[in-house]
């Protein structure tokens, strides 16, 4: 069974940072793509970022509202994908959620939350202004 544990979430003024973590067990990591959405109250789910499948070389996709932000990263040995959030707004906050698709094809992701088989339990990110 997959589980997927959120972690690094909290408060912090606008600008700053914030390193959110997703461990991941049960699967065999590499072969799943993995993306963080986000969900703010009262708004629906939406894509945050993305990172494929795969041992060396990785592809990664951004939602236009965090790119040059945002950098989404995996390490495969230790089963946890990473979403570094710099200069935070407090458009960002809300409640952040790993997901994990199994990759048929390696190097593919997705930006669709339909198409992850699996979900974390979500961080809270709460930013100040």
């Known amino acids: 069974q997959v589980q997927l544990v959120e972690s690094g979430g909290g408060l912090v003024q606008a600008g700053g940072s914030l390193r959110l973590s997703c461990a991941a067990s049960?699967?065999?990591?590499?072969?799943?793509?993995m993306g963080w959405f986000r969900q703010a109250p009262g708004k629906e789910r939406e894509f945050v970022a993305a990172?494929?499948?795969?041992?060396?070389?990785?592809?990664?996709d951004y939602a236009d509202s965090v790119k040059g932000r945002f950098t989404i990263s995996r390490d495969n040995a230790k089963s946890t994908v990473y979403l570094q959030m710099n200069s935070l707004k407090p458009e960002d906050q809300a409640v952040y959620y790993c997901?994990?698709?199994?990759?048929?094809?390696?190097?593919?992701?997705?930006?669709?939350?339909?198409?992850?088989?699996?979900w974390g339990q979500g961080t809270q990110v709460t930013v100040s202004s």
């Open positions: 049960g699967l065999t990591f590499s072969r799943y793509a």
């Open positions: 997901a994990a698709r199994y990759a048929s094809t390696r190097g593919s992701y997705s930006t669709r939350d339909y198409e992850y088989d699996s």
């Open positions: 990172i494929s499948s795969g041992t060396n070389i990785y592809y990664a």
